[in-house]
């Protein structure tokens, strides 16, 4: 799986916060200025970050997020350098939109940490009641070999965190 570029999280980022679920500029400009401020700092560095400052710099002219554009750099190097630092030179929002850029990229390895844990605490239950793995994947109709794998070599690709969940679940609930 191919890691997670902060141009690529801005993308859907705005997408997401856009009440038209666009991912065009003008698109977007017109609803930030108007009536979605949460959308103006995402906006500016998706912009930014996608080489679409000029036409951004352009929808804006006129509008009140043209003044609060006004002083921010368009070199993406330099937005970077600022994000990364502690502290930001930058208005607090944009350090938030990079913090939650942060969060989402550590989401797969954060994930993998508590399904290793789940799987722990399931291998000690199962010990301590006597639950076969058989059973487990009967009763939850799960692929014999992915939770044979999962819980004998922890392959933790092999389910989901939903899966896992499930999985704990239904061996905490055998008496």
């Known amino acids: 799986m191919r890691e997670l570029t902060f141009p690529g999280f801005l993308k859907s980022y705005v997408r997401e916060l856009s ?27 998706y912009a930014l970050f996608t080489g679409q400052i000029v036409l951004l710099q352009k929808s804006v002219r006129g509008t009140t997020l043209a003044a609060v554009y006004a002083g921010l750099s368009d070199e993406p ?42 799987r722990q605490q399931i291998v000690q239950l199962q010990a301590e009641r006597g639950v076969s793995n058989y ?24 389910v989901s965190l939903k899966t896992a969940r499930a999985v704990l679940d239904k061996v905490r609930a055998y008496r």
Do not use: C, F
């Open 19 to 45: 009440l038209s679920h666009s991912t065009g500029v003008r698109v977007l400009a017109r609803e930030a200025a108007e009536r979605n401020p949460r959308l103006r700092e995402p906006l500016y560095l």
């Open 77 to 118: 190097t330099e937005i970077e350098k600022q994000l990364r630092a502690e502290p930001s030179e930058l208005p607090e929002a944009y350090g938030k939109v990079w913090h939650s850029y942060l969060v989402y990229k550590k989401r797969g390895k954060r994930d993998e940490e508590t399904k290793e844990l789940m």
């Open 135 to 158: 059973r487990l994947y009967t009763s939850l109709g799960l692929n014999p070999g992915n939770l044979n794998t999962w819980l004998k070599h922890g392959d933790g690709k092999k």
